[in-house]
């Protein structure tokens, strides 16, 4: 079993032992998406001596856990799930998922950067056709599932692939295996 030297922050008991049955590995649970000021401080602490992955479910609240920490604690490292692969009877989250699963998201794991890329604009967002076409929700799905990092609606999207550095050549090969054609 994989061992994970960061600490994984997850939203709860379940998503704990989910976690625990994929890789060997300390969680810290937010126990909700209003994290309490002590979590936080406890995150803090954890982020200075082992370091985090943010791992939370592909739904709003996993989103907004995100943004919080991302915002308290700019350094920590995300890992994202499919919501297809976090499915169970109506429900979505970490703990749904398979040990298979959890492993790959783990090992994709990114970091979040301030700095934007240059070589992304909006103009050619929508030229890619990521949004403001008929088809776009369907590709920022592929190409999330394609780059591991997470769906989100056309903004959202649009920011991620710049906070999380994504090159031109990488979006390019992206791409490329998703519909075969080039930016």
Same mark, same amino acid.
């Given at each position: 079993?994989?061992?994970?030297?960061?600490?994984?922050?997850?939203?709860?008991? =379940?998503?704990?032992?989910?976690?625990?049955?994929?890789?060997?590995?300390?969680?810290?649970?937010?126990?909700?998406?209003a994290? &309490?000021?002590?979590?936080?401080?406890?995150?803090? @602490?954890?982020?200075?001596?082992?370091?985090?992955?943010?791992?939370?479910?592909?739904?709003?609240?996993?989103? @907004?856990?995100? @943004?919080?920490?991302?915002?308290? #604690? &700019?350094?920590?490292?995300?890992?994202?799930?499919?919501?297809?692969?976090?499915?169970? @009877? %109506?429900? #979505?989250?970490?703990?749904?998922?398979?040990? /298979?699963? #959890?492993?790959?998201?783990?090992? =994709?794991?990114?970091?979040?950067?301030?700095?934007? &890329?240059?070589?992304? /604009?909006?103009?050619?967002?929508?030229?890619?056709?990521?949004a403001?076409? &008929?088809?776009?929700? %369907?590709?920022?799905?592929?190409?999330?599932?394609?780059?591991?990092?997470?769906?989100? =609606?056309?903004?959202?999207?649009?920011?991620?692939?710049?906070?999380?550095?994504?090159?031109?050549?990488e979006?390019?090969?992206?791409?490329? =295996?998703?519909?075969?054609?080039?930016?």
């Amino acid at each position: 079993m994989r061992k994970v030297k960061e600490i994984i922050v997850v939203e709860g008991k =379940n998503d704990t032992l989910a976690v625990k049955r994929a890789v060997e590995a300390d969680t810290i649970e937010t126990r909700g998406s209003a994290i &309490p000021s002590y979590v936080l401080d406890e995150l803090r @602490r954890a982020q200075a001596v082992r370091g985090l992955i943010v791992f939370t479910d592909p739904d709003y609240a996993g989103e @907004r856990i995100r @943004r919080i920490i991302s915002q308290e #604690i &700019p350094e920590v490292k995300h890992a994202f799930i499919e919501k297809e692969l976090a499915y169970d @009877r %109506q429900k #979505i989250g970490v703990e749904h998922a398979n040990p /298979s699963d #959890i492993v790959k998201a783990l090992e =994709n794991v990114r970091t979040l950067e301030e700095e934007i &890329p240059s070589w992304l /604009s909006w103009k050619e967002y929508l030229v890619i056709g990521l949004a403001g076409h &008929p088809h776009s929700k %369907q590709l920022r799905e592929k190409l999330a599932k394609e780059l591991s990092i997470g769906y989100a =609606n056309a903004k959202q999207f649009f920011v991620r692939l710049q906070t999380l550095r994504i090159s031109r050549e990488e979006c390019e090969r992206a791409l490329l =295996n998703i519909r075969g054609d080039r930016l």
